[in-house]
Structures are given as C-alpha cells and as structure tokens.
C-alpha cells in the first residue's frame, strides 16, 4: 500500500519560514519524481517544485529564490524549505510521487501564513 505522509504545516508569520516533510512508503523512493502542489481556498491546485530522479528542479514562478524542494533516498522523504513566506502561500500543500505509470498523492497539509 502506498502511502505520502506530509507533516510540518502549520501558522507562520509573514516573513517567517517553515519546512515541509513528505515520508514515502509502499513505493522505490529513487525511481520517482516527487512534487509538492498547493491548493488555496477558492483555486485550483498548483505546481510548486518538483524534484526529479537525477535531482534536477522546477519552481514554480511565485516561489522562485523563496522555496527549496529536496530529497533523501535514504529516507524516503522530500522536503520543502520555505522562506520569505507570505500571506499569499496560504494553503493546503499537497506531496506527490510521479513515474512508472504511477501517479500518487498524500492527503495534503494546511500552511497558514498570517499575523
């Protein structure tokens, strides 16, 4: 059974920064790409980076020089360094596993950025 496991939202002040976990289980880790995705109230879920198996990235706009996106194959983990947060990050953020077919999502975790 595959399971994405997300952990590390909660509420941040504007400015502050946070750093997301997503523990993979039920699948080879090394043979996917792995992806955070974020959905704010009201919009459609989006791209945030994605880390693939030879570790090259893509950000989206938005988070560019603000965010970090990595991964540990030992640990069957990917990671999401937030920094300069802002009110506009606001949102349920969602990990995701991609490749061999396959495509599948953890249940998401709230990140509220706010005074």
């Known amino acids: 059974q595959v399971q994405l496991v997300e952990s590390g939202g909660g509420l941040v002040q504007p400015g502050g920064s946070s750093r997301l976990s997503c523990a993979a289980s039920?699948?080879?880790?090394?043979?996917?790409?792995m992806g955070w995705y974020r959905q704010a109230p009201g919009k459609q879920r989006e791209l945030v980076a994605r880390?693939?198996?030879?570790?090259?990235?893509i950000y989206a706009d938005s988070v560019k020089g603000r965010f970090t996106i990595s991964r540990d194959n030992a640990k069957n983990t990917v990671y999401l360094q937030m920094n300069s947060l802002k009110p506009e990050d606001t949102a349920v953020y969602y990990c995701n596993a991609g490749g061999l077919g396959s495509d599948y999502w953890g249940k998401g975790t709230l990140v509220t950025v706010s005074s």
């Open positions: 039920g699948i080879t880790f090394s043979a996917y790409a």
């Open positions: 880390i693939n198996r030879g570790l090259g990235t």
